[in-house]
C-alpha cells in the first residue's frame, strides 16, 4: 500500500509521548507497536494508541513491533512525499522514491501487557473546560511531593505547598484522581478530549478521532486534599482584607528585579512595599541591588503602608490569570504574621503565602 509521509508522522508524534527515549529498562517501551487496528506506545507511566486510519495505514490484520526511534527518523528522512508499505514475514519494507529501508520486527508478547490496560466501556464526558482547568492549575518547575494536578468532582486542585490553586469546572464531574505534571504536559499539547475513565491505576482520555491517551494515576490517599480544601475555605475574601488590583507594568519590573533577586529559604525573591501612591519593587544581592516605583492605575482606599516578600515566580504565575487580589492575614512565623496574596476570578483561586525575610 501507499501512504502519505505527512499523516503517518503526525499519527506517530501522536503516539511518542509512551515511547522510552532513554535507556529502555521495558522490554518494548522504545517500540511503535501495530495492533488491533491502531499504534501503540507503552512505557509503564504512559500509553498512547492512535488509530491506523488516522495514520493513513489501512491495511488489515497489521500486526508488529518497530523500534521507535529509527522508524520515526526512517519516515521522516524519506526523500518523497509518498511511502510504499509492504508488510512481510518478520519485516517490513518501506520504499520512497530510490530510497529502501527494511524494518526488523521486535519480538516480544505486546499483547497481553497492552490487554492489562485496556478500558472498559463506561466514559464520562469531558469538555475544554477540563483542558482550561488543568493550563490554570499547572505548576512551573514543582518539584516537591504534591506536584502534579488533582482532581474532584467540579474542582481542579494543584499545590507546593506555598502556593494553592483551584479551577471550579462548569460543565465537566470526574472521578477522584491525581496525575503527573509529566502526564499534564502531554494532554495540554493534544488538548481535544471528549471523554475519560479512570480504570485501576490508569486513567484514559479519548478524542473524537479515537487516539487514546492513557497514563498511571498517583495514589489519591496520599495527596493532603482535606488540608488544602480548608486553607482555601478559611481564606476567603473577607470585607477587612485589602482589595486592589495590581497595575500590568508591575510584573515588569519583578521580572526586571529578578537579576538581583533575594533568596529566601530557597526561594527568588523581590520585595513589595505597597502605599497607597505607588509599588516600591526592589531586590539586592552581593552583585547589587535594582529599585523601581510603580504607580496604580486604578485609586486605591487608604491603608497602611505594607511590605511583603514574594516568590518573584510565583506572582508572575499569578499575574497571568488576574490582576486583582487581596492580601490576607496568614500564619504566624518567629513571633510575625505572614500574609497571604489571594487572586480570585469567577472559576478559579490562587492562593500565595509571601515570605519571611528574617527580622527585616
Not at 489501512?58 to 529509527?70: H, I, P, Q, S
Not at 485589602?242 to 521580572?255: G, M, Q
Not at 489571594?342 to 525575610?357: A, E, G, P, R, Y
Amino acid at each position: 500500500m501507499t501512504i502519505q509521509k505527512k499523516q503517518l508522522l503526525d499519527a506517530l508524534k501522536l503516539a511518542m509521548p509512551g515511547i522510552e527515549t532513554g535507556t529502555a529498562t521495558l522490554q518494548g517501551s522504545d517500540a511503535f507497536v501495530f495492533h488491533n487496528g491502531n499504534i501503540f506506545s507503552y512505557n509503564d507511566s504512559i500509553s498512547v494508541s492512535v488509530p491506523l486510519s488516522q495514520a493513513g495505514l489501512v491495511e488489515e490484520n497489521l500486526e508488529g513491533a518497530v523500534k521507535a526511534e529509527e522508524f520515526f527518523k526512517v519516515i521522516g528522512k524519506f526523500p518523497g512525499d509518498e511511502i510504499s508499505f509492504v508488510a512481510n514475514e518478520g519485516s517490513w519494507i518501506l520504499k520512497s522514491g530510490k530510497a529502501k529501508a527494511e524494518m526488523t520486527l521486535m519480538d516480544f508478547d505486546f499483547e497481553t501487557r497492552l490487554k492489562g490496560i485496556e478500558p472498559s466501556e463506561e466514559w464520562v464526558t469531558i469538555t475544554e473546560d477540563f483542558i482550561t482547568g488543568l493550563a490554570i492549575c499547572k505548576m512551573a518547575n514543582n518539584k516537591t511531593p504534591l506536584s502534579g494536578i488533582y482532581i474532584n468532582g467540579k474542582e481542579i486542585f494543584s499545590t507546593d505547598g506555598w502556593q494553592i490553586n483551584r479551577y471550579t469546572m462548569n460543565e465537566c464531574e470526574l472521578p477522584i484522581f491525581w496525575i503527573s505534571d509529566k502526564t499534564v504536559d502531554e494532554l495540554l499539547k493534544i488538548g481535544k478530549f471528549t471523554s475519560m475513565q479512570v480504570q485501576g491505576t490508569w486513567v484514559h482520555f479519548k478524542t473524537e478521532e479515537g487516539t487514546l491517551f492513557s497514563a498511571k494515576t498517583l495514589f489519591v490517599d496520599k495527596y493532603p486534599f482535606e488540608k488544602v480544601k480548608s486553607l482555601l475555605s478559611t481564606s476567603n475574601p473577607k470585607d477587612t482584607d485589602f482589595h486592589a488590583k495590581f497595575p500590568k507594568e508591575l510584573f515588569n519590573a519583578i521580572d526586571r528585579a529578578t537579576s538581583f533577586s533575594i533568596d529566601i529559604s530557597e526561594h527568588s525573591a523581590v520585595r513589595l512595599v505597597l502605599s497607597k501612591e505607588k509599588i516600591v519593587v526592589s531586590a539586592e544581592r552581593s552583585s547589587g541591588k535594582y529599585e523601581e516605583k510603580i504607580a496604580w492605575e486604578d485609586e486605591v482606599g487608604d491603608f497602611e503602608e505594607m511590605t511583603v516578600y514574594v516568590d518573584a515566580t510565583m506572582m508572575q504565575y499569578a499575574g497571568t490569570r488576574t490582576l486583582e487580589f487581596y492580601i490576607q492575614k496568614g500564619p504566624v512565623r518567629n513571633g510575625k504574621t505572614i500574609p497571604r496574596l489571594l487572586f480570585v476570578t469567577s472559576q478559579s483561586i490562587h492562593l500565595m503565602s509571601t515570605l519571611d525575610n528574617g527580622d527585616e
